[in-house]
C-alpha cells in the first residue's frame, strides 16, 4: 500500500478535485434526475416509488399531454429553422467571407458580435425594436411606405414563434460562420488549386471539394444547434413569459419544464410537480442523448485527416 | 483569353483572384456582405443611440443621432437598477468560478493525457458522457442539493454549477494541449529531482497558456450571460448577476425606454469591450473550443 502511494499518490491529487466537482455538481444531479422521475413527490419532498407512472400522465393526461407534444413540437420548428439558417445562410457567408476579402476581421467580427450579447438584453431589446406601434422596425417599415406589413409580431399565434427562433437565429448564427469559416480555411489551398487548373467553376468547387470537407463540421455545429435549441429558455422567458404566451404558443420543454417544476408567477399553477417536471427533463434528455450520439457517430465517420 | 492579355495569367490558380478580376461581382458581394453586417449591427446600434435619448425622442426618432446625447438613462439605470452591485456579484461569480474550473481541470487533463493507470478508461468514458449534456436538465436534484447544503441564495451555488459544467469540455480540450509537450521535458524536470507535482506545476502548467486561455474564453461568454441559475438559485438582491437584475429592472420599467436602452447598454458593456479588445483571441478560442470540443 505503501509503495503505491509513493508510486501512484500524486495521481490521487491531480484527479481527487475534479472528480469530486463534476461529479457531486454535475454527474450526481443528471443521474439523479432519472431517480427523481420514478417517484411521486410532495412539493420537494419525496413520496413513494411509483415506477412509470410520471411518464405516463406527461404523454397522456391533459393538460400535461397537449403541453408536453406542443412544446416538442415547438422545439422541433426551432431546431429546423435554425438548421436550415445556419447551412444555407450562414455556410454562404462563410464561404464568402473565408476568402480572406478586404474587411474580412471587420465583417467576421460584426456577425459575431451579438453572441456576446445576454439572452436577457437580445429578448429585451427585440421586444422594444419589434414593438408595433414605437419600435424600430415597425418605423422604418412606416417609413418605406410598407405600413400594412406592420403586426403585433410577438403578440399573435400566428407569428411569435418564428419571430422568437428568428431573434434567437439574429443572435446564434455567427457562432456556425466562425466554426464553418475555420473549417474552409483548413481546407489545403491545393485541392482548389487544382479544381481551378481543371476548370471548375465556383459552384463546382463548392459542391464538389468545400461542402464534403465541411460535413465533419457542419455535423457538429448541428449537433450543437440541436443541443442548444431542446434547452432553449431565457428568449422565450423573457419575450413571452413562462407559459410562452400568447396562449403557449411559444411554449417550449423547457418552459413547460419550468412552470411544472417551479410554478407560474402569472398563471398561479400548482408548484412543485417535481416527479412530473424530473420525467420531462428525463424525455429531454433521452431526445438530446440520442441525437448527439447519432451526430457525433456521423461527424467521425465523415472526419477527414488532411 | 482577357486574363492572358492584361498581363496576370496566373491570376486563375490564385484563390481569391478570381473575384478581383470581375469588378460587378465583387461590387455585389461587398453589397451583400454589408447588408449582412448592417443586420447583425443595426439593432445594437440603436441600442446605444437609443440609450442617449429621452424616451419620447426615442418614439419620434428612432433611427438618427440623439438631440442632446444625454446620459440621464445610464444615470438613471445604474442608481434606480443597484448597477454597481450586480457587477461586483457578476465579476465575482464569473471570475472564482474559472478559478476553480482551471484548478480542478488542468490537473485532470494533465493526469489523463501523461499517465497511464488502471482506472483511465473508465474515467474517460465518466467525463466524455458528460460533454454533450446540458446540466440544466439536472437541475431539480442540483437545486435540491443547493437548498440541503444551504447554498441557495449564495453565489457559492452558481459557482459550482458553472464549474462542474465546465469541466468535461475543458478536461478534453486541456488533455489535447498537454498530449503535445514533449516526453523530453517530464524526464529532465524527473532526473533534475522535481516531484510530479512540481512537474506539473513549473514545468507543463506554463506550457499549455494557450490551452488555458481557450478555455476561459469558451466558458465566459455562457457564465456571464447566464440567467438560468440566478433565476433559481439567486432570490435575495444582494447576489443577482447583471443578467437577473436587469431582467427584473427591465420587467418593472418597461415602459420607460430611455432607462431600459441604458441599462441595456450598461448590462452589454462590460462583455463587448472585451470582446472588441481582444476579439481576435475571443474568435480563435471559440473556434477552437467548438471544433476540439
Known amino acids: ?306 | 483569353m482577357a486574363r492572358t492579355l492584361s498581363g496576370r495569367p496566373q491570376s486563375r490558380v490564385q484563390p481569391g483572384r478570381s473575384l478581383r478580376s470581375k469588378p460587378l461581382r465583387r461590387v455585389l458581394v461587398y453589397l451583400l456582405l454589408a447588408l449582412f453586417a448592417a443586420i447583425f449591427l443595426y439593432p445594437v446600434v440603436i441600442m446605444f443611440l437609443a440609450a442617449f435619448k429621452t424616451t419620447p425622442e426615442i418614439f419620434s426618432n428612432p433611427f438618427g443621432l440623439p438631440e442632446s446625447w444625454s446620459l440621464d438613462g445610464f444615470r438613471e439605470a445604474w442608481r434606480r437598477a443597484s448597477f454597481g452591485l450586480y457587477l461586483r456579484n457578476s465579476i465575482l461569480v464569473t471570475g472564482l468560478s474559472v478559478l476553480l474550473l482551471l484548478v480542478c481541470a488542468t490537473p485532470v487533463a494533465y493526469a489523463l493525457a501523461r499517465y497511464r493507470f488502471a482506472l483511465k478508461p473508465l474515467l474517460f468514458i465518466f467525463f466524455l458522457a458528460g460533454i454533450m449534456v446540458p446540466i440544466r436538465l439536472g437541475i431539480l436534484p442540483l437545486y435540491i442539493l443547493m437548498r440541503d447544503l444551504g447554498l441557495l441564495n449564495n453565489p457559492l451555488s452558481l459557482i459550482l454549477t458553472y464549474a462542474a459544467s465546465g469541466m468535461p469540455m475543458s478536461v478534453f480540450l486541456l488533455a489535447t494541449f498537454f498530449r503535445q509537450l514533449p516526453s523530453e521535458l517530464e524526464d529532465a524536470a524527473r532526473i533534475d529531482g522535481c516531484t510530479e507535482g512540481q512537474i506539473f506545476r513549473r514545468v507543463m502548467l506554463p506550457l499549455v497558456r494557450p490551452g488555458i486561455a481557450t478555455v476561459v474564453i469558451v466558458n465566459i461568454v455562457p457564465w456571464w450571460n447566464d440567467f438560468f441559475f440566478p433565476l433559481l438559485f439567486i432570490q435575495d438582491d444582494r447576489w443577482k448577476t447583471v443578467p437577473l437584475g436587469m431582467q427584473m429592472f427591465f420587467g418593472q420599467h418597461l415602459t420607460n425606454w430611455s432607462l431600459v436602452f441604458g441599462g441595456m447598454v450598461l448590462a452589454s458593456l462590460p462583455l463587448l469591450i472585451v470582446y472588441l479588445l481582444m476579439s481576435r483571441q475571443f474568435i480563435a478560442g471559440l473556434t477552437a473550443g467548438a471544433v476540439k470540443g
Do not use: C, K
Open chain 1, 1 to 306: 500500500m505503501r509503495s503505491w502511494y509513493r508510486r501512484h499518490g500524486h495521481l490521487i491529487w491531480f484527479l481527487l478535485p475534479g472528480v469530486l466537482l463534476y461529479g457531486i455538481f454535475m454527474a450526481y444531479p443528471l443521474v439523479s434526475s432519472l431517480g427523481y422521475s420514478l417517484f411521486e413527490w410532495n412539493g420537494f419532498v419525496r413520496g413513494s416509488f411509483s415506477g412509470l407512472q410520471n411518464f405516463i400522465t406527461v404523454l397522456t393526461q391533459w393538460p400535461y399531454n397537449e403541453r408536453f407534444w406542443s412544446a416538442l413540437f415547438h422545439n422541433a420548428q426551432f431546431f429546423v429553422v435554425t438548421f436550415i439558417i445556419q447551412t444555407t445562410l450562414g455556410l454562404f457567408l462563410a464561404v464568402i467571407l473565408a476568402r480572406r476579402l478586404r474587411g474580412f476581421a471587420f465583417f467576421q467580427a460584426a456577425f459575431f458580435l451579438p453572441y456576446t450579447l445576454s439572452m436577457v438584453v437580445v429578448g429585451f431589446l427585440w421586444l422594444l425594436l419589434l414593438n408595433p406601434r414605437w419600435g424600430a422596425v415597425a418605423q422604418g417599415l412606416q417609413f418605406a411606405g410598407l405600413g400594412d406589413l406592420v403586426q403585433p409580431w410577438l403578440g399573435q399565434r400566428s407569428t411569435a414563434l418564428i419571430t422568437v427562433i428568428l431573434v434567437n437565429a439574429w443572435r446564434w448564427l455567427g457562432f456556425p460562420i466562425l466554426v464553418f469559416i475555420a473549417a474552409i480555411q483548413a481546407i489545403p489551398r491545393e485541392y482548389r488549386e487544382a479544381a481551378v487548373v481543371d476548370g471548375a467553376g465556383e459552384w463546382g468547387i463548392f459542391r464538389r471539394i468545400t461542402l464534403p470537407l465541411l460535413a465533419p463540421s457542419i455535423a457538429m455545429v448541428t449537433i450543437l444547434t440541436f443541443i442548444w435549441d431542446f434547452n432553449a429558455f431565457e428568449l422565450v422567458f423573457v419575450m413571452q413569459g413562462p407559459s410562452g404566451s400568447p396562449n403557449y404558443a411559444t411554449d417550449l420543454l423547457a418552459t413547460f419544464f419550468y412552470r411544472t417544476a417551479f410554478g407560474d408567477p402569472t398563471t398561479g399553477g400548482e408548484p412543485g410537480q417535481v416527479g412530473i417536471a424530473s420525467a420531462i427533463a428525463v424525455l429531454m434528455l433521452i431526445i438530446i442523448g440520442f441525437a448527439s450520439i447519432f451526430g457525433v457517430r456521423y461527424s467521425q465517420s465523415s472526419q477527414v485527416e488532411y
